[in-house]
């Protein structure tokens, strides 16, 4: 994907890209860390048709909703070209066994050979977690491992 | 003591009205400028109510104005910024040169004004506000669109030329020959060259030397190396404005835009006096004689301006309504012009007729510039269809 980025003398930078339907999307990022989203019209390439300011925090929160998604998409297809490998989202239900524990208390490497790459809650992903990262009911494990492990994994968190 | 009261109460119903007159100005969507003018105009020389006992300050402070004016246009780019700039605008930005410095030129040729007058006028009607342009394209969203950097280069281009412009004038308007005059154009261009390459290698250092964590102490370095480097510059007849924006363009990266932070509530104080004092020292009756030749060349500029927007934007594969656009954002006059206008009447080297007719145009382009940005596309749009429809209907 080709992002244009384009200096905006005085001001900041615009960086977009064309997407497949022809629209130019992207954000103007100012000197004082503002951002704006930009997206163009159709009928006008040049021009926006929205130019949406947005906080740094509001700009995480997009981000994180286009990206979690995105990484679980990005993992399996790169765990497919392995053969023997594969990628799953395992959930900690509410109130089970796991909830509230962390993962170094589930034992899940040591028992199943399974790895946890991310947790996704409240669509933020949390990557690579630590052993002492505590999960919340309703938190996605996204997992790497053979089958094997992976049917074991689901196992040990579904039970209790 | 009295003498004192009378000044404090003066001074505060100035800047008190000059408050009324911004909100009013800006809830309508037009830049304060030239109701700044206008209200200087009211005042002073055969204004309605002449005022005395202040002139000390504001004359001081008119002077404060047009270095932090330029200073701040200074620190808005980074030396970076200005030669890429350069090198991916000057065609537009001759061709922008060439059609807006031309009619200024030849206005004042007709007039009889002379060499010195004609470089006078073409420069304030070739420089753009780019104070004025930027507000605009903010205001209307269009700092995504595709055209905004060609609008954006070319004023960039226009500063570029400023700091070579007004060292020559300074020098012409004190009346070297023209032997001294090709030097000061040496010096001036060894002066931007040199300021540029430092900047760009050693912007740091400069930036270290006011750079302070408390803000007070940064503020009163900045204020201070800016005074210096103005009066200096100044003594060596290079203009005190260069000097400010050289020192502008110097300080970059997080200094710049500290001191730009610091420095804007002053230079809108301090401009807003300089705008003041212009306007106090025109005589508004001399503004009715100058008003059909102010009027014609704020008709032939805003075409100057829209053709160069037009070919700048064309030169990077803009289409047509963007073209349009791109002309209209440029089409804005303001501060910069009246920094011109300003330096030639002090120096008394030209005709009296200049300051005038300066007002009378930057008073026109200054309110004219940003409803042209505003209407250009809703009109060309509204022109296309009536076209179509004619066409339709010839078909039929």
């Known amino acids: 994907m080709h992002v244009e980025v384009t200096p905006l003398p005085g001001i900041g930078t615009r960086q977009d890209f064309q997407t497949r339907s022809g629209r130019r999307i992207g954000i103007v990022s100012y000197r004082d860390g503002r951002y704006d989203l930009i997206v163009s019209k159709t009928d006008d390439p040049d021009a926006c048709v929205a130019s949406i300011p947005l906080s740094p925090e509001e700009i995480s929160t997009l981000a994180s909703l286009l990206g979690a998604p995105q990484l679980v998409n990005h993992l399996e297809r790169q765990h497919a070209e392995v053969s023997g490998i594969s990628t799953a989202h395992l959930p900690i239900a509410p109130g089970s066994r796991f909830d509230g524990r962390t993962l170094g208390d589930t034992e899940l490497r040591t028992r199943t050979g399974v790895s946890v790459v991310a947790v996704m809650r409240a669509a933020t992903a949390h990557p690579s977690p630590t052993p002492d990262f505590r999960f919340a009911g309703g938190d996605l494990l996204v997992v790497v491992g053979t089958p094997d492990g992976i049917s074991k994994a689901a196992e040990r968190l579904d039970r209790g | ?396």
């Open chain 2, 1 to 396: 003591m009295h003498n004192v009261a009378l000044s404090l109460i003066e001074l505060g119903a100035v800047f008190f009205g000059l408050g009324l007159l911004g909100r009013l100005a800006w809830k309508i969507g037009i830049s304060p400028i030239p109701l700044y003018l206008v209200g200087g105009l009211a005042f002073g020389h055969g204004g309605v109510l002449p005022l005395n006992g202040i002139e000390g300050f504001t004359e001081i402070s008119a002077e404060l104005g047009v270095v932090l004016l330029l200073l701040l246009l200074g620190l808005e780019y980074s030396a970076a910024e200005l030669v890429t700039g350069l090198r991916r605008s000057w065609s537009a930005g001759l061709i922008d040169l060439v059609l807006n410095a031309l009619p200024g030129a030849v206005v004042a040729l007709m007039l009889g004004w002379g060499p010195i007058g004609a470089l006078v006028m073409a420069g304030v009607t070739y420089i753009s506000s780019s104070g004025i342009v930027a507000k605009v394209l903010g205001d209307l969203g269009r700092l995504g669109n595709r055209e905004t950097p060609v609008v954006l280069s070319v004023l960039v281009f226009e500063d570029l030329a400023m700091a070579v412009y007004l060292p020559i004038l300074t020098a012409l308007l004190a009346g070297v020959s023209f032997v001294g005059g090709l030097t000061t154009v040496g010096i001036a261009l060894v002066t931007v060259t040199v300021v540029l390459v430092v900047a760009l290698r050693f912007g740091r250092f400069v930036s270290a030397l006011v750079d302070s964590p408390e803000p007070e102490v940064f503020l009163l370095r900045v204020l201070g190396a800016a005074l210096l480097v103005a009066g200096v510059s100044s003594q060596l007849q290079v203009s005190a404005a260069v000097g400010a924006f050289l020192l502008g363009i110097a300080i970059s990266g997080s200094t710049a835009e500290n001191a730009t932070r610091l420095l804007e509530p002053l230079r809108d104080l301090f401009a807003a006096v300089f705008f003041v004092v212009f306007g106090l020292n025109t005589d508004p009756k001399a503004i009715p004689p100058v008003l059909g030749v102010a009027i014609a060349l704020a008709l032939v500029t805003t075409a100057t301006k829209m053709l160069t927007g037009w070919f700048a934007a064309k030169l990077q594969g803009i289409a047509r309504l963007g073209r349009l656009r791109a002309g209209a954002a440029l089409v804005a006059r303001g501060e910069f012009s009246i920094v011109i206008a300003g330096l030639a009447v002090a120096s008394g080297a030209v005709d009296q007729g200049l300051a005038p007719l300066a007002t009378a145009y930057v008073l026109l382009m200054a309110v004219f510039g940003p409803v042209a940005a505003r209407v250009v596309e809703p009109m060309a749009r509204w022109a296309w269809s009536l076209r179509q429809r004619r066409l339709a209907g010839a078909e039929s």
